[in-house]
């Protein structure tokens, strides 16, 4: 007797991690999927623990916080946990991207389109979750990222006022940035069911860049295990942050209740919008600087429709690997510059690393097909 | 019951492999470790070495930037000779 037999919810579950063909030589770099999973359960599950105790409005959520820190039991933890769960949650992120990018998984168009959108929603809650605190940080940065849409042409005035509920950022504001903070993971989950789905229709890739459909195992017990072993390895840190250094990515700003008459001197999101924020003050122009910071990340999506190697990735490709690691070094000193203030030679730093940046999608095609024609 | 929406890639839909006998051992007939000390630990330092010269210049190259960067800020921070000499 077997229940997968007569269940079709246990089917789906058999299907999709215990005999789901998986290739037998996937590395480290594809532990990052489940890691990302593991990263949501641990924030929605924290996140909920955390809205038992949370108040949105502006005279109470700064306070709320501080004083739950003693009055509730272990939710000193739950609230470290929340703020680097975050910050874990993006480094799965962006190293399952750099995956995607160097190993040509976005020829599976459906999968990279429904992840990229996954990565927006994920940033989106990020921020609206750094609002609620409601510190100096919190609500200049609230305001600094609303505010880019009143560049919008003719409308943007007006979406800016519907954004916030009144005429600045404000307890409207607050209240619906929570609502927002709680529904959007929700979205995320589903959305992940979407990219799993898509996902098994036409099965991992590997790192060779060609078909393993001639040598497969099941995913349970070798996989399970290995992503096991993955998850030992990325929370271990995350809980050495909770417990040892909690506030180590954090902003001291954010200590301070959020004042609209007292303006920071160094306003600045968390460290991984650093990158993007960095390319926002980089174009002179607001309306360009809004485009350009939209550009960085949606440009991802143009990466299905470059032109395709003969080999997918670039494990055989030694130009288009030099390239790669070329684009993390500028994606590491974007992210410095964007900590950095608007003063020389930062400026021209952050410009010269915005134009390398979107160099790199322009050139990696053209420079891995050179190669496949010389051969 | 096998939902139909899976029936796409599954074992024994997979490939048509002609022409090719595997062979393997039962692992009841094996160590599942084998080698993993002898030679994996060398294969790490392979893979290094094959790696480094792709992913260290990059880097080292970032770093040089990053240094450059701040001390040219440094620089421009303090008082130049010369930068006041309107003022007397």
Redesign the interface.
């Known amino acids: 007797y077997k229940a997968s037999?007569?269940?079709?919810l246990m089917?789906?579950v058999r299907?999709t991690v215990i005999?789901l063909?998986t290739p037998v030589n996937i590395s480290t770099w594809w532990n990052f999927g489940s890691l990302l999973g593991v990263c949501l359960a641990i924030q929605i599950f924290s996140g909920l623990v955390l809205s038992l105790h949370f108040t949105a409005h502006t005279d109470l959520s700064f306070y709320v916080v501080i004083q739950s820190f003693g009055d509730v039991y272990y939710n000193w933890w739950f609230r470290a946990l929340h703020a680097n769960g975050a910050s874990f949650f993006f480094i799965g992120l962006y190293l399952h991207v750099a995956r995607g990018m160097y190993y040509g998984s976005y020829v599976f168009k459906e999968v990279w389109s429904v992840g990229v959108v996954i990565l927006l929603l994920v940033m989106a809650s990020a921020f609206l979750g750094y609002v609620l605190p409601w510190g100096q940080m919190s609500f200049w940065g609230a305001t600094v990222i609303t505010s880019l849409f009143s560049a919008l042409p003719i409308i943007g005035g007006d979406v800016v006022i519907w954004l916030w509920g009144g005429f600045s950022v404000d307890n409207a504001t607050l209240t619906r940035f929570f609502g927002l903070h709680f529904l959007l993971p929700f979205t995320v989950a589903g959305l992940a069911g979407l990219h799993l789905f898509f996902l098994?229709?036409?099965?991992s890739s590997n790192p060779l860049g060609v078909?393993s459909?001639?040598n497969?195992v099941?995913f349970h017990h070798y996989y399970v295990l290995k992503d096991l072993v993955g998850v030992c390895f990325f929370v271990g840190p995350l809980l050495g942050l909770v417990y040892f250094n909690p506030w180590l990515l954090g902003d001291p700003e954010n200590f301070i209740e959020g004042n609209p008459l007292v303006t920071p001197h160094h306003i600045q999101p968390e460290w991984y919008f650093l990158f993007a924020y960095a390319i926002l003050r980089a174009v002179p122009n607001k309306l360009g600087g809004v485009v350009a910071l939209a550009v960085a990340v949606l440009i991802l999506l143009y990466m299905p429709f470059s032109p395709q190697t003969a080999i997918k990735g670039l494990s055989f490709y030694?130009w288009g690997?030099?390239l790669f690691?070329?684009l993390?070094?500028?994606f590491?000193?974007l992210t410095?510059a964007g900590a950095?203030p608007v003063?020389?030679?930062?400026v021209v730093?952050s410009q010269v690393l915005s134009f390398l940046y979107f160099s790199y999608f322009l050139l990696i095609g053209p420079l891995t097909r050179i190669q496949d024609k010389l051969l | 019951?096998?939902?139909s929406f899976?029936l796409?890639?599954?074992?024994g839909n997979?490939?048509v492999?002609r022409g090719t006998v595997k062979y393997h051992l039962s692992p009841l007939e094996q160590r599942a470790f084998a080698g993993a000390i002898s030679q994996g630990v060398p294969n790490i330092f392979w893979r290094f070495r094959q790696s480094f010269f792709?992913?260290v210049?990059?880097?080292l190259?970032?770093y040089l930037?990053?240094y450059t960067?701040e001390m040219?800020?440094d620089r421009?921070q303090r008082k130049q000779p010369g930068q006041f000499d309107h003022e007397k």
Do not use: C
């Not at chain 1, 098994?200 to 099965?203: F, L």
């Not at chain 1, 003063?343 to 930062?346: A, K, L, T």
């Not at chain 2, 796409?8 to 074992?11: D, L, N, P, S, V």
């Open positions: 037999r007569f269940s079709p089917s789906v299907h005999t063909p098994h229709d036409q099965g078909s459909d001639y497969k099941v030694p690997k030099a690691f070329s993390i070094g500028v590491i000193l410095w950095k003063e020389e030679p930062y730093v | 019951m096998r939902p899976l796409r890639k599954e074992f997979l490939a492999i792709y992913v210049p990059p880097m190259l970032s930037v990053y960067a040219e800020h421009l």
